[in-house]
């Protein structure tokens, strides 16, 4: 059964915006933590951003912090990624996922528990 599905990926120009969404499960929904990950080609799975279960805790790693901003929609058990003056470095596939320990990292893969299967977003120059 998959319970987090992601959404929004396509091909965009370079400073242009996408917005990602990772629908889940009501269990999943629930987690302490959902984030976002990305891997490029040859590259190994990279943290995004993350936010915890009420929304009042958020994380993003440098390159971002400044162009994407993470939101949930407890109503519709959905987690956005809002991208915006997007660069080719940001093409990667985007996953989401789910860590339901408090205490676990929220920039580290392995710490996660539950993924989607993943969203192509491609930035042309």
């Known amino acids: 059964q998959v319970e987090l599905v992601e959404s929004g990926g396509g091909l965009v120009q370079a400073g242009g915006s996408l917005r990602l969404s990772c629908a889940t499960s009501?269990?999943?929904?629930?987690?302490?933590?959902l984030g976002w990950f990305r891997q490029a080609p040859g590259r190994g799975r990279e943290f995004v951003a993350a936010i915890i279960y009420g929304g009042s805790t958020t994380y993003y790693t440098d390159s971002v912090k400044d162009r994407f901003a993470v939101s949930r929609d407890d109503a519709k058990n959905t987690m956005y990624l809002q991208m915006n003056s997007l660069k080719p470095e940001d093409t990667a596939v985007y996953y989401c996922?789910?860590?339901?320990?408090?205490?676990?990292?929220?920039?580290?893969?392995?710490?996660?528990?539950?993924w989607g299967q993943g969203t192509q977003v491609t930035v042309s120059s």
């Open positions: 996922a789910a860590e339901m320990r408090e205490d676990a990292s929220p920039w580290q893969v392995d710490d996660y528990d539950y």
């Open positions: 009501e269990r999943l929904f629930s987690a302490y933590r």
